[in-house]
């Protein structure tokens, strides 16, 4: 992962990604199953058409496996999604403690001749492309606030949705 931030890079891995898109799909399941409060009848392992003796028994291997893949998807996002924002904390709470507690102030590096080499070109040049990168981000930083719909429908939607589903299939198959 880069050491920039940006809302434009994926906080998942393609591993997270396909946790979550099975995760969704097995909650889809659960939900399913809870709600219509009918569990399968004959299920399909292996190639081997198994028909359990009771539904009660098929319902707690749907959840198992359910329950299962959505707290595998919930660890990985959660330290991905932590290693994610981690250089814009570390920039934001860098700033302040300088500004509260640094050892300078904005007026000590004013009107400071110094000679000029390539090599001072070179930083020249990578500190006025940072000005003007940070002057972007401050003009459209009301794009930078969809970071939070962006997080809503890549981490909580499919947290809250396997969370509610595994319940709803508790529920049901726990009163078989």
């Given at each position: 992962m880069s050491e920039k931030f940006s809302i434009y890079n994926d906080p998942f891995s393609e591993e997270t990604i396909k946790l979550r898109r099975n995760s969704l799909l097995a909650s889809t399941a659960?939900?399913?199953?809870?709600?219509?409060?009918?569990?399968?009848?004959?299920?399909?392992?292996?190639?081997?058409?198994?028909?359990?003796?009771?539904?009660?028994?098929?319902?707690?291997?749907?959840?198992?496996?359910?329950?299962?893949?959505?707290?595998?998807?919930?660890?990985s996002a959660i330290i991905e999604l932590a290693d994610w924002v981690k250089p814009f904390w570390v920039y934001i709470n860098t700033?302040?403690?300088?500004?509260?507690?640094?050892?300078?102030?904005?007026?000590?590096f004013e009107n400071?001749?110094?000679?000029?080499?390539?090599?001072?070109r070179n930083a020249m040049y990578q500190d006025a492309k940072e000005h003007k990168i940070w002057e972007f981000a401050q003009r459209f930083s009301f794009a930078y606030k969809f970071i939070y719909l962006?997080?809503?429908?890549?981490?909580?939607?499919?947290?809250?949705?396997?969370?509610?589903?595994?319940?709803?299939?508790?529920?049901?198959?726990?009163?078989l």
């Open positions: 659960c939900l399913f199953i809870g709600l219509t409060n009918s569990v399968p009848n004959k299920i399909a392992l292996f190639g081997l058409g198994v028909q359990p003796a009771n539904e009660s028994m098929i319902g707690w291997f749907i959840l198992l496996v359910s329950s299962y893949v959505y707290f595998h998807f919930l660890s700033k302040k403690e300088l500004i509260i507690n640094g050892p300078f102030h904005e007026d000590d400071i001749p110094a000679p000029t080499d390539e090599s001072d962006k997080l809503l429908i890549e981490v909580l939607v499919p947290i809250i949705f396997g969370g509610i589903s595994c319940i709803v299939l508790f529920c049901y198959v726990k009163n």
